[in-house]
């Protein structure tokens, strides 16, 4: 049997969809081991955070039924300047939405943008039980390149820590990104 999602709308964030995108992300804070954070932080840092954001480390947002039902973004991976070509990605679905290709659509988007925007590498930090988050990753492109071994402990159990990386392009191929 073929499943459709229902359509969606992918489209840049704006101020006005923070308090869904807290909504969204609040729910793994207190219910999942998918983020390190382990309490709420609240509408103003998620203003803090848009505000961190900009043209070339873009927050999308996906509509469904004239409802925000997902979010991804690019953002800096480190401070320092000699990382600026390099972006880490986030992806957070409804969690009653799941198993619809929305985080799928999300993540391509990214790595469409990554790719057009000109970033050199994309990073993803993933906890190491997150099997689904993974699998979402390396159907990307993405591959493991590091395990911090119990590095996060969250809901009373000790995750390692995953980072996958899509991109660069391995010395020899022809130049390009991702």
Same mark, same amino acid.
């Given at each position: ?47 803090a955070w848009f505000a961190e ?9 996906v509509e469904q039924d004239n409802q ?28 009653? +939405?799941?198993?619809?290709?929305? @985080? ?5 988007? #990214?790595? %469409?943008?990554? /790719?057009? $925007? =000109? ?15 993974? +699998?979402?990753?390396?159907?990307? @492109? ?5 395990? #911090?071994? %119990?590095?996060? /402990?969250? $809901? =009373? ?22």
């Open positions: 049997m073929l499943l459709v999602a229902p359509m969606f709308t992918l489209r840049d964030a704006r101020p006005g969809d923070l308090p869904a995108i807290d909504r969204i992300y609040d729910h793994y804070v207190l219910c999942s081991t998918c983020t390190a954070q382990l309490e709420p932080a609240g509408l103003e840092a998620r203003q954001h900009d043209a070339t480390h873009p927050i999308v947002v925000i039902v997902g979010w991804g973004s690019l953002s800096r991976f480190r401070e320092r300047a000699a990382y600026g070509p390099t972006v880490e990605d986030s992806v957070y679905i409804d969690h009653a +939405r799941h198993g619809q290709g929305l @985080g799928t659509a999300i993540l391509a988007h #990214l790595v %469409e943008r990554a /790719r057009d $925007l =000109g970033h050199h590498t994309i990073v993803a930090a993933i906890a190491g039980d997150q099997v689904p988050s993974v +699998r979402l990753h390396a159907r990307h @492109g993405f591959v493991e390149v590091g395990r #911090l071994r %119990e590095a996060m /402990r969250k $809901l =009373g159990v000790w995750l390692d820590l995953l980072h996958m990386q899509r991109g660069p392009v391995p010395t020899g191929s022809p130049a390009g990104l991702l």
